[in-house]
């Protein structure tokens, strides 16, 4: 086996203009850790942000990019949760060394085996957006909302939120920009659509919440935004922030914490699997194997090669709502 592998490196946080394609050296494993053969890796919005330097992590630089991908286990460390996933097809997260590479390494507690009927290409979006909407899903539940609040509603959380809520029995009111995204929602069986770009968005919203009993909302944009969701919903609401899309400032109307009993919240999935019991996590397992590639699909709109990584991160960044953009290693 060769020594070095070909890699779109972060030579410096400086956006997409620090990305290199070169040649590193294939990442060495012990323990928990496994060595994945990668077939596609995903750009999501929290590489954007770790690509500026703005994400929870940073990793030594030069550093793979990427988090998140499929591949096939080649090599295992000497635990027993690592060897049991040799030679398997795994769906994995590596926040710490990168999937953007023909070879990454990850914990083996980050892995999923993935079932046959899911292909590569929804292997590679099979943890962070399904996960993050189940977590959603299960949070709304313990907080006894009715409903559900989701800005960025058309993104491909967004989408996955809308089918799973449509499932769990819990609506989800999904908060768009553009009526096309509206449209996609509603093609997708969303009901319950608020454009922050109508003139009377605010009133519609506050109207919605109240009917349907939402007193939680996912908010992945931030800045001004924030604050008027945050006052649209019942007394006593907690709006989680998990995104940045509007930007590092969220603004909010201190009256609905003093006074109206709201509160806001981070939420990072990160930090959420590791508050769930080993019990917790088997059972979220089980059911994302259930849903992901058959109930949930993620929709996929372009792949590129890791020469193209550069072209990739443009087109996802300009593009977001259109699916997924996926780079392939082989």
């Not at 999501?44 to 770790?50: E, G, K």
């Not at 940073?58 to 060897?83: F, W, Y």
């Not at 449509?166 to 996609?184: C, D, F, M, T, Y």
Request: hydrophobic residues 40%; neutral net charge; contains cysteine.
């Amino acid at each position: 086996m060769a020594q070095t592998m070909k890699a779109a490196l972060i030579k410096t946080y400086s956006g997409v203009s620090g990305i290199e394609i070169g040649e590193t050296p294939i990442p060495e494993i012990s323990g928990n850790e496994v060595l994945i053969k990668v077939h596609a890796a995903s750009i999501n919005p929290a590489d954007l942000l770790f690509l500026s330097g703005n994400y929870g992590i940073k990793r030594a630089l030069p550093s793979v990019g990427g988090m998140e991908g499929c591949g096939t286990v080649i090599a295992t460390g000497n635990s027993l949760v690592a060897r049991m996933l040799k030679g398997k097809r795994v769906a994995f997260v590596s926040e710490i060394y990168g999937s953007w590479s023909e070879y990454t390494k990850a914990s083996a507690m980050t892995c999923m085996v993935l079932p046959d009927h899911v292909s590569d290409e929804q292997g590679a979006v099979f943890f962070v957006n399904p996960a993050s909407a189940m977590a959603m899903v299960k949070i709304a539940k313990q907080h006894k909302s009715k409903a559900v609040v989701q800005t960025a509603g058309a993104s491909a959380l967004g989408r996955i939120l809308v089918k799973l809520g449509k499932a769990e029995g819990i609506p989800v009111i999904s908060i768009v920009r553009k009526e096309e995204h509206a449209q996609l929602l509603r093609d997708l069986g969303g009901q319950h659509i608020v454009n922050s770009t109508a003139p009377a968005f605010e009133d519609e919203l506050k109207r919605m919440t109240h009917a349907l009993g939402a007193t939680v909302c996912f908010d992945a944009v931030g800045g001004d935004l924030t604050g008027t969701v945050l006052s649209a919903l019942p007394d006593g609401s907690t709006l989680f922030q998990y995104g940045l899309l509007g930007g590092n400032t969220t603004t909010i109307n201190a009256d609905d914490l003093v006074f109206r009993q709201k509160r806001i919240t981070g939420f990072w999935a990160s930090d959420w699997v590791k508050t769930q019991s080993i019990f917790e996590l088997l059972s979220l397992q089980g059911s994302m194997k259930k849903s992901v590639g058959s109930q949930i699909q993620t929709e996929i709109s372009q792949t590129y090669s890791l020469s193209q990584t550069a072209d990739a991160v443009r087109q996802y960044a300009a593009n977001m709502t259109s699916g997924k953009v996926l780079l392939l290693p082989v």
